[in-house]
Antibody
Framework: EVQLLESGGGLVQPGGSLRLSCAAS????????MSWVRQAPGKGLEWVSA????????YHADSVKGRFTISRDNSKNTLYLQMNSLRDEDTAVYYC?????????????????WGQGTLVTVSS | DIQMTQSPSSLSASVGDRVTITCQAS??????LNWYQQKPGKAPKLLIY???NLETGVPSRFSGSESGTDFTFTISSLQPEDVATYYC?????????FGGGTKVEIK
């Protein structure tokens, strides 16, 4: 059974940093791309960052480029999101999501499993 | 970025009704369109991929279709457990983008 368990969320002041983790199990982690998708309170879904199965290719949305860094440790089956220079508008539930293929882009790259999410609140 | 215009933003229907949600892409995305269901307080769940393919384990009352840049999601007979917000998502171009969501309620 595929399981994705996020952790690391919490309350942080504007300008602060947090690192989110997503522990994966139930599948061959290194064979699949992974993404972070966030949802601000009462709002829709926003794709934030993605990484290929090997970790050799990454992508960040313009809204977080230069502030967030996605990475993965395939030996630990864990996905990370380092978030720096946090802003009020980064307040959201952050979901990690498994993609069906190795690449985060192209045929088959939809999100087939999601974690339960971790809440990040940026506020002074 | 490709904009996904989803409508309506909310709807209320009776149990057993046929429910239809549409999603229009701002440019050609082939059939790279997925539909997700998000129940209150829960993570999204993949229902339909590549416009019309039913994900394994998803009830057959859910379906999807496409016509050019217009995509349709249908619940053939609305059930109480279908109360949720539904999102379309394109993956033809980066960044991957979602529609604004459709909240489905029971009348």
């Amino acid at each position: 059974e595929v399981q994705l368990l996020e952790s690391g969320g919490g309350l942080v002041q504007p300008g602060g940093s947090l690192r989110l983790s997503c522990a994966a199990s139930g599948f061959t982690f290194s064979s699949y791309a992974m993404s972070w998708v966030r949802q601000a309170p009462g709002k829709g879904l926003e794709w934030v960052s993605a990484i290929s199965g090997s970790g050799g290719s990454t992508y960040h949305a313009d809204s977080v480029k230069g502030r967030f860094t996605i990475s993965r440790d395939n030996s630990k089956n864990t996905l990370y999101l380092q978030m720096n220079s946090l802003r009020d508008e980064d307040t959201a539930v952050y979901y990690c999501a498994k993609q069906r293929v190795f690449s985060y882009y192209g045929s088959g790259s939809y999100f087939d499993y999601w974690g339960q999410g971790t809440l990040v609140t940026v506020s002074s | 970025d490709i904009q996904m215009t989803q409508s309506p933003s909310s709807l209320s229907a009776s149990v057993g009704d046929r429910v239809t949600i549409t999603c229009q892409a701002s440019q050609d995305i082939s059939n790279y369109l997925n539909w997700y269901q998000q129940k209150p307080g829960k993570a999204p769940k993949l229902l339909i991929y590549d416009a019309s393919n039913l994900e394994t384990g998803v009830p057959s009352r859910f379906s999807g279709s496409e016509s050019g840049t217009d995509f349709t999601f249908t619940i053939s007979s609305l059930q109480p457990e279908d109360v949720a917000t539904y999102y379309c998502q394109q993956y033809d171009n980066l960044p991957l983008t979602f529609g604004g969501g459709t909240k489905v309620e029971i009348k």
